[in-house]
């Protein structure tokens, strides 16, 4: 079993940043495969961005490309999204999850693990 726990959430104003994290246990997370998703009031979760196990290959939603990263820390067990220039319609809430295999996808139902979530609003 894995237990992931997002952090890192919260109300920007449209243009600010924010860094969320993931931290996972009662597993290593260095053998697998990440990812972001959201999902907004009334939508449906929506991949974000995803990172394989090795972190050489990472993908991104055409919505977030250049101006979200994503990036591992297998040493702390944790995942980041960094996330700049953000926009009101970023907001939604997030979450990571982790899928049992080396190499990425953007399907969600090929995640195995998922957090709660964390929360982001972005204003105008």
């Known amino acids: 079993q894995v237990q992931l726990v997002e952090s890192g959430g919260g109300s920007v104003q449209a243009g600010d940043s924010l860094r969320l994290s993931c931290a996972g246990s009662?597993?290593?997370?260095?053998?697998?495969?990440l990812g972001w998703f959201r999902q907004g009031t009334g939508r449906n979760r929506e991949f974000v961005a995803s990172?394989?196990?090795?972190?050489?290959?990472?993908k991104f939603a055409d919505s977030v490309k250049g101006r979200f990263t994503i990036g591992r820390d297998n040493a702390k067990n944790t995942m980041y999204l960094q996330m700049n220039d953000l926009k009101p319609e970023d907001t939604a809430m997030y979450y990571c999850?982790?899928?049992?295999?080396?190499?990425?996808?953007?399907?969600?139902?090929?995640?195995?693990?998922w957090g709660r979530g964390t929360q982001v609003t972005v204003s105008s």
């Open positions: 990172i394989s196990q090795g972190g050489e290959i990472s």
């Open positions: 999850a982790v899928r049992i295999a080396r190499y990425y996808t953007t399907d969600p139902s090929r995640f195995d693990y």
């Open positions: 009662g597993q290593t997370l260095s053998r697998n495969a």
